[in-house]
């Protein structure tokens, strides 16, 4: 049938986004903005924590759509 | 008018807990909204993200916000095991997470005690360091705002003891709304409400200091920023340091997220104070919305605090404060002082209330109880001896916390404590997460796994505290405990490239989590803790919670539904149900908008006390699907719900197998029945009524499965087979039911008599009937008698009247004020369990005839949905096997009380 969902399925999904979010917050990525650079006078480090941050909410807002629109 | 103020705020904080409750008791409880639940999350957020974030990004740069970011990254993961934790709980009646790790381990008691122990010195500390951080943020607002406020109070006075007087008012709070009833499980609306109300205080406020700050004393972020670039000792500020700065993020990470998880205060918002799993589906952005807000402008404040205190001795901690005051802004400092108390009132207020629960139940009342003058004088009387057990514990834990701030914490930086916290509740987690998801983990890892962690995090993070306030030789801390280096509480084994909480971070998991896992292996798992395990990690078959109205977008004809409600509970009671729902809705019922949903509901309810809640959602299904345009998804949709794979050809067989069986069953019992007297032919008759019901359902599935073929999937079959299976069981219970009765009757009955724990049954029992009790909300009190002896008796027999008399109460029990206890008692030779309910009672004259077959209460208006009419009959029978009794005692339209009395002593019985 179309769009059946699991509940096993949505778990792992669920965890493969932690593992992605904590891989995206951690060292390596973090060292590329881990550098004396500025944009604008922001330090690349606290805009992309800050950024990321956002975007991050974002996707979990979708997310959050998803699972009411499911259980 | 500081003095004022404080109180003032403290008296609104009162005020909306109580109408927080008040509104619940009418209701309209505000807990069910699921924004109110996320806001209660954000008590993770305490005086330490309120002063010690800015204090640390004065001193370090960015590194405090992996305790924000961490959390919000997880979060995801934590939908995943809050959801189960929150479904093991709820049908368990689990109220902390002492009670909840002892009770997946085989009810180890020694594991209670372990992790109540553990939580009580990781959070007693992290309340202390609320308690300083009013006190310090008072003397700061009250030493500049002068003596013009203090109403002529002698200041030193109140200076000293503001700690106090908060830690006062908070035992008085919680107190009031944190013990209002025995049951742990109940729910306190009242702080509830209070913690989401003080979270938008704390926010506000912060953000108040945010825009004054960049935007009042700077021209914005940008231009904080700009002048921090121009001070070269701000630099390091910018980034991580290049050596360990990346490491110690990732375990900081890591020890957040576990902390947000496993923390008791956590535990309680999103666990015990939950009403609906579906509220975490909002909370995964709403918090780390609040997160982010709330730590927007730390940052910008601490650059400007470096900035504007140039050369000038202030503690970083308290530039929220100090910065407004520079300005001359004392009503922004009051503000921000009043933010600072929300968020140290909100942890402590909870914190409290977890802490309280757990130090009673696992510490406090199994020692009192164990002595038999406490135990002769209360024994009726238990509840309200728990509740005052509980405040004491209360204002234990409060007074502990007081005197840490009083001594250890005077000169300790106000992270340093909350990180040391979160590495103690960090080890929690292998214990947590082993135990819902990994049937082998076992009570000798857990145990094992938590003492050796609690011993590295002591070692190396306590230990070394106490070195610094004196009370140890500072040799320790250079060459090791005697003398070893490899021992030194820094660099254990000689591990010296880590951050201290990094560092004991790693060593404790480690050594928790390999014990776990390594003792788990090596060990099997015996008895009830193989049982727990299995309830635990696979909990989704073993409870099934309501979720919501399915039903959304299904046309249905009503006419469909009345009939098919005829024919499930025959003609008689299919009319009497439907004339019910039109009485309700009134004359106009057909013309009311959303009416034939509302009636499929109805239906469902109904037909689940007849024929099972999966059943009945798939009959109803099933009418639903033949109407014109319907998404044929929507019906698979339901049918689909929390679904065990297992093989199809398994299925099949299982199912003909059980066929056949009942089908031998039934020649059986036809054969007997033939042959008994006339006076069975109503009996007769009862029974075949009775097994219509499963056979109906049985053949509309398969009639779905045969019509269907085609266009079903192997796994909406497999759901239908499974119902076919769940009815065929059904009928195969009813024929044992009669069979049993009969064998008792004819005194061939053999009881397989064995030392049980009783408790372990009627919990059993409870669970059993956890989701008939739900649909109802009825309310559940149990008295356990504690240290009671293993009882004699033949195990599933009794849970087979205990799980009788239970549903009797829930059938007569009002819906939503119905009440069930449930007790046991030692009395010395015997046991005695009572099963009271405040439905509509017994009259006198037949208190006896009850326990006959088929009996029905002539002046009962509802008929029994559900059940054989055996069930009395059979249990008396079952207890006077047993050598026990079984009465009822009743007060008509006040309540009624099983009691059932099981000797201590079958010697000499088979």
């Known amino acids: 049938m179309a769009r059946t969902y699991k509940t096993t399925q949505r778990s792992q999904l669920l965890l493969v986004l932690t593992l992605l979010f904590g891989v995206f917050f951690n060292y390596p990525i973090l060292s590329i903005f881990n550098k004396e650079v500025f944009w604008g006078n922001i330090p690349t480090l606290h805009g992309f924590l800050y950024a990321s941050w956002i975007l991050l909410i974002i996707i979990l807002f979708w997310v959050s759509r998803r699972l009411s629109k499911n259980s | 008018m500081l003095v004022i103020l404080s109180i003032s705020y403290l008296i609104v904080l009162f005020a909306i807990a109580y109408w927080g409750e008040h509104q619940a008791r009418k ?15 954000t008590v993770y957020c305490t005086a330490w993200t309120y002063y010690g974030s800015v204090g640390r990004a004065a001193q370090s740069g960015v590194d405090f916000l992996t305790i924000y970011i961490g959390p919000s990254l997880a979060l995801p993961l934590w939908w995943i095991i809050m959801r189960k934790i929150i479904r093991i709980c709820k049908t368990r009646n689990i109220t902390s997470i002492a009670d909840f790790i002892s009770y997946r381990y085989g009810k180890s008691s020694v594991l209670g005690v372990l992790v109540t122990v553990l939580s009580l010195l990781g959070i007693i500390p992290y309340i202390a360091l609320q308690l300083k951080a009013v006190s310090v943020s008072f003397n700061v607002l009250a030493a500049e705002s002068g003596p013009v406020f203090f109403l002529n109070l002698d200041q030193s006075y109140l200076f000293e003891d503001s700690a106090f007087y908060v830690m006062l008012v908070m035992a008085l709070f919680t107190i009031l709304f944190g013990t209002r009833s025995i049951e742990a499980s109940e729910r306190h609306d009242g702080i509830v409400t209070a913690i989401a109300f003080e979270s938008i205080v704390k926010l506000l406020a912060f953000l108040a200091i945010g825009i004054f700050v960049s935007y009042e004393l700077f021209d914005g972020i940008q231009d904080i920023f ?23 993020w990732f375990f900081m990470s890591l020890s957040s997220i576990l902390a947000f998880m496993f923390l008791p205060r956590q535990f309680q918002v999103t666990v015990v104070e939950n009403v609906d799993p579906r509220q975490l589906n909002k909370a995964i952005w709403v918090f780390p919305l609040y997160l982010f807000l709330i730590n927007f402008f730390v940052i910008p404040i601490a650059m400007a605090g470096r900035l504007v205190f140039e050369g000038v001795q202030v503690d970083a901690d308290l530039y929220v404060l100090t910065l407004p005051l520079r300005e001359g802004n004392l009503g922004l400092a009051i503000l921000a002082y009043l933010g600072g108390v929300s968020a140290a009132t909100s942890m402590i ?49 409060l007074h502990l916390s007081y005197t840490f701030e009083k001594t250890i914490a005077q000169d300790t930086a106000l992270v340093s404590i909350g990180l040391i916290s979160f590495v103690a509740i960090s080890q929690f987690a292998p214990s947590m997460v082993g135990g819902i998801y990994w049937k082998r983990a076992n009570r000798m890892g857990a145990q094992v796994g938590l003492i050796l962690g609690f011993l590295v995090w002591f070692y190396c993070l306590v230990f070394p505290t106490l070195i610094n306030a004196g009370y140890f030789t500072k040799d320790w801390m250079e060459e090791g405990l005697l003398g070893l280096s490899l ?24 050594f928790n989590t ?42 249905v004809r009503i006419p469909d539904i009345e009939s098919l409600l005829k024919d499930f ?55 639903a699907k033949e109407e014109e345009g319907v998404q044929i998804e929507e019906v698979y949709r339901i049918v689909k719900e929390s679904q065990q794979l297992i093989q199809l050809n398994q299925q099949l067989r299982e199912k003909s197998d059980a066929l056949e069986r009942s089908s031998v069953q039934l020649q059986d019992l036809n054969e007997r029945l033939q042959a008994s007297d006339n006076q069975k032919n109503e009996f007769i008759s009862t029974i075949t009524h009775e097994m219509r019901t499963p056979l109906t359902s049985i053949r509309a599935f398969s009639e779905i499965l045969y019509d269907n073929d085609e266009e079903l999937d192997t796994r909406e079959k497999q759901q239908f087979l499974k119902t ?61 008698e504690p240290n009671l002896p293993e009882v004699p008796l033949d195990r599933d027999r009794v849970l087979q009247v205990l799980i009788n008399l239970l549903s009797n109460a829930i059938k007569f029990s009002p819906k939503d004020s119905g009440i069930i206890r449930v007790q046991t008692l030692n009395m010395g030779d015997y046991v005695q369990i009572s099963v009271w309910d405040n439905g509509k009672g017994i009259s006198p004259e037949l208190k006896e005839i009850i326990f006959e077959k088929f009996f029905q209460a002539k002046n009962q208006n509802i008929r029994k949905p559900k059940g054989s009419g055996l069930g009395l009959a059979i249990s008396k029978k079952i207890i006077q096997y047993h050598r026990g009794k079984i009465w009822v005692d009743s007060q008509p339209s006040e309540y009624s009380c099983f009691y059932i009395e099981l000797p201590l002593n079958q010697v000499g019985y088979n």
């Not at chain 2, 049982?531 to 399915?550: D, K, P």
């Open chain 2, 27 to 41: 209701g309209k409880s505000l807990v069910y909204n699921p924004y109110v639940f996320s806001l209660s999350l």
């Open chain 2, 226 to 248: 700009a002048q921090a670039r121009a001070r070269p000792e701000l630099s390091p500020l910018f980034q991580l340091s290049p050596q360990g700065g990346m490491s110690s």
């Open chain 2, 349 to 397: 207020i909870v914190s409290t209330t977890a802490l309280s629960v757990m130090l009673s139940n696992n510490l406090i009342m199994p020692a009192l109880v164990s002595i038999p003058l406490i135990k002769r004088r209360y024994t009726n009387r238990l509840g309200q001896f728990l509740i005052y057990i509980r405040r004491i514990c209360i204002l234990l834990v």
């Open chain 2, 487 to 510: 021992l030194r509480p820094f660099a254990l084994f000689g591990l010296d490239s880590l951050d201290a909480i990094s560092h004991a971070l790693f060593w404790s998991l480690l």
């Open chain 2, 514 to 555: 390999s014990s776990l896992v390594g003792l788990s292996l090596l060990f099997p798992t015996r008895g009830t803790e193989a049982n727990q395990a299995e309830v635990f990690v696979n909990i989704e078959q073993y409870s099934s919670t309501y979720e919501g109205n399915l039903y959304g977008n299904i046309k």
């Open chain 2, 569 to 623: 509970l025959g003609p008689q009671r299919g009319y009497e149900v439907m004339q019910k729902f039109k009485e309700f809705h009134g004359e106009d019922w057909l013309k009311k908008p959303g009416i034939d949903v509302n009636l499929m509901s109805y239906a469902e309810k109904i037909l689940s006390g007849a024929i099972g809640v999966a059943a009945s959602k798939i009959v109803l299904a099933s009418i």
């Open chain 2, 724 to 784: 076919i299976i769940k009815e065929t069981n059904r009928m195969e219970r009813l024929i044992n039911q009669v069979l049993d009765l009969e064998k008792f009757e004819s005194g061939t009955m053999r009881l397989d008599i064995q030392n049980t724990d009783l408790h372990e049954l009627v919990k059993e029992s409870l669970a059993a009937v956890y989701q008939l009790m739900q649909d109802k909300a009825i309310r559940v009190d149990t008295f356990y």
